[in-house]
């Protein structure tokens, strides 16, 4: 057995898959294949077929930088998708590729790139989004030869120079102006449809934008009859909510200018529109604005033609999130995605509500799937703990489970895995709390110095199979730490009341149920409790900070991207509102409240060493609060340290610059080693 230890850097080698899509034929299954490009300290994806019928993976595109959003069309003579080659590499183009081989044929050129390829039923147009203001919309009809080489040279210096002036000075009209890691543009994205011939590939004439509205459009669907879109749209034109909330609009194309119709109200935030094969139903996601933060994602359904009437409510029997709607074959039920206990779940309920049946569960945890034309299989990406990342095909009578990949084998053959245990515990109230922990792979002498992790959200769920902190899990348990986690109060996956239970208690009714598991593993004689760590991001950054401003028992912190002053937080953050949906409170009427519940406000208390990891571009939880906690440290001539990324943002650990993340492991690591030192 090989004992070569996982190590920050294996993260270069690390491979995700996303987006799959089976063929109509379902003979195949298209996905998206991403690694660590790291000559260029960045990111390559690639479109990949798995047959389906014996026979292994094959890359279909080059992946030259990034290619993504694989889409067949009908006849499955084609395959569009989005890619950056070329010289523009900051804007994605579409491009197709006929399935039996040749070049990829650009089929958009828009200036400011094109996004979300979708065929219409007969598979002589596709719909997409492309970002535009009001100019650039203005100049849209205007007919002219193209520029010789010169006059389009001028022409983008030009441009450049009113993109550099437009912003400088930046004027700032909504508290929503920004998000990720830039600000807004004051572009707004729009549904475009180009016309395609299936013969040839190459467009037909430009294409014609069926969207007019300042507001921004997503996520379109065609009608089975190709007589219109349906498509998410944001809410309020112009209003400060239109970052937040979204309504369901069909958007008609027998006829230029007709207008769009609404079809979902305001006292929800609706999302995800799926049209039945039959053309009857519109099936989507929706959740009450008044319970954002709480209240279960349901499933609804809509008439598509025909007088409107109150949606019915397909999930109310399931106590949980529902997400990423499929319509079976007969377009009798839809399927759908589901959290619960620790398990990412395929579940299936009928038109007619009632029960939902669960499908595929099992011991991973299912990210993204598809069904086959004939509704028999799901092909789905999905996490284990012992390979994350890999492609799966399942029989929904589950009479075939089989894996079609191991993106990841090549070197995880050769590295000593920590084993995964799960720790259902009590909290001192009795509520039951799901947790697990992974053990110092070499068996060093119990019991073993512990690192808590915390999640962020804070309504999400994590599992032992957690995609996202795999290897960040396994690096720190290969280091010869045991390394615990949990789901506490407020997380998703064990009903709303679990999940609302931290509504106006942030850090007081989680606290508990962290400590608690901590005393488990003590008592159990795994953990040593002398030597114990804690770190957390965004969330579980607060959380952090959280702990040690209440329990002195941690040896060293690492608090990262985290929440630390609820009043700053409501005017720099990019989701301002958040402390509104959790603590109905705003800074001019509340700042008693907001503070008590800021681990600033505890700074005095804080005396374990403490790393702060921020990145500068953070527009989530913004870099002030993480400075001002440092400064109040450093004045009360406290141990701590900041590591500030440039150019990141609050997806650092994610989707960060593949250096930033490396360097972020090693410093967290680094950072409970030299305190480990020190006993």
Not at 71 to 100: C, H
Not at 331 to 350: H, I, M, P, W
Not at 481 to 495: I, K
Request: charged residues 30%; aromatic residues 10%; glycine residues 8%.
């Amino acid at each position: 057995m090989s004992e070569t230890r996982i190590t920050a850097e294996d993260l270069y080698q690390l491979s995700t898959l996303s987006d799959p899509q089976f063929s109509p034929d379902g003979q195949w299954l298209a996905y998206v294949h991403t690694r660590v490009d790291r000559p260029t300290n960045g990111y390559r994806s690639a479109i990949w077929l798995a047959p389906l019928h014996g026979g292994r993976p094959r890359q279909f595109t080059a992946g030259e930088k990034r290619d993504t959003a694989p889409r067949w069309s009908p006849d499955g003579r084609w395959l569009a998708f989005v890619s950056n080659r070329g010289e523009d590499k900051a804007k994605g183009q579409i491009y197709v590729m006929a399935t039996d081989g040749g070049e990829a044929q650009r089929v958009t050129d828009v200036e400011n790139g094109a996004d979300a390829p979708a065929w219409s039923p007969d598979g002589r147009s596709i719909a997409f989004t492309s970002r535009v203001n009001g100019l650039e919309k203005a100049s849209e009809g205007v007919k002219e030869p193209p520029p010789e080489p010169d006059e389009a040279e001028r022409r983008a210096r030009e441009k450049e120079q009113r993109e550099k002036e437009r912003t400088d000075p930046r004027v700032i009209d909504r508290f929503a102006y920004r998000a990720a890691t830039s600000y807004f543009d004051g572009r707004t994205s729009h549904l475009y449809v180009l016309e395609f011939d299936p013969e040839t590939g190459p467009a037909a004439g430009k294409p014609r934008r069926v969207t007019d509205a300042e507001r921004d459009y997503s996520d379109a669907r065609w009608l089975p009859d190709g007589s219109a879109l349906v498509a998410v749209a944001g809410r309020k034109p112009g209003e400060d909510d239109l970052f937040y909330h979204s309504d369901v609009v069909r958007v008609p194309l027998a006829s230029p200018g007709s207008p769009e119709e609404l079809l979902t109200g305001p006292e929800t935030e609706d999302t995800h529109p799926r049209p039945s094969p039959d053309g009857r139903w519109i099936a989507y996601l929706s959740v009450p604005v008044a319970q954002l933060s709480t209240a279960n994602t349901e499933i609804r359904l809509l008439p598509t033609a025909g007088e409107r009437r109150e949606p019915r409510v397909l999930s109310s029997d399931l106590d949980a999130h529902a997400g990423s709607v499929v319509w079976s074959a007969d377009s009798q039920s839809v399927y759908f995605l589901t959290g619960r206990e620790g398990r990412g779940e395929l579940c299936r309920v009928s038109v007619q509500g009632g029960p939902v049946d669960t499908l595929l569960s099992a011991e991973r945890e299912i990210l993204e799937y598809d069904l086959s034309p004939d509704g028999r299989q799901a092909g789905f990406v999905a996490s284990t703990d012992r390979a994350p990342w890999d492609l799966y095909l399942a029989a929904l009578d589950r009479s075939r489970d089989e894996r079609l990949t191991e993106v990841n084998a090549a070197w995880l053959n050769d590295r000593l895995l920590a084993e995964v245990e799960d720790l259902w515990f009590e909290a001192s109230d009795g509520t039951r709390i799901q947790g697990w922990f992974l053990k110092p792979p070499l068996e060093p002498p119990a019991p073993a110095p512990l690192v808590l992790s915390i999640h962020g959200g804070p309504h999400v769920m994590w599992s032992r199979h957690e995609p996202t902190m795999w290897h960040e899990w396994q690096m720190l348990a290969a280091r010869g730490y045991l390394v615990f986690a949990c789901n506490p109060r407020g997380s998703d996956g064990y009903g709303r009341d679990f999940r609302a239970s931290l509504l106006h208690h942030w850090g007081e009714a989680d606290l508990d149920d962290l400590m608690t598991g901590v005393d488990e593993l003590v008592a159990r004689g795994l953990a040593d409790p002398e030597r114990l760590f804690i770190t957390g991001g965004s969330y579980g950054g607060f959380m952090t900070a959280w702990v040690i401003g209440h329990d002195q028992r941690f040896k060293a912190a690492v608090a990262q991207r985290g929440v630390y002053d609820l009043i700053s937080f409501y005017s720099t953050s990019d989701v301002p509102l958040l402390t509104e949906w959790e603590f109905d409170a705003n800074p001019w009427e509340h700042s008693e409240l907001l503070w008590r519940f800021s681990p600033l406000a505890y700074v005095e208390s804080m005396h374990t060493p403490l790393l702060l990891i921020h990145s500068e571009n953070d527009f989530r939880a913004p870099i002030p609060a993480a400075e001002g906690l440092f400064v109040a440290l450093r004045r009360l001539r406290r141990e701590v340290e900041m590591v500030r990324y440039p150019r990141d943002g609050h997806e650092l650990s994610r989707s960060g610059e593949p250096k930033h993340r490396v360097d972020r492991l090693q410093r967290i690591a680094g950072w409970f080693d030299r305190h480990l030192e020190r006993d």
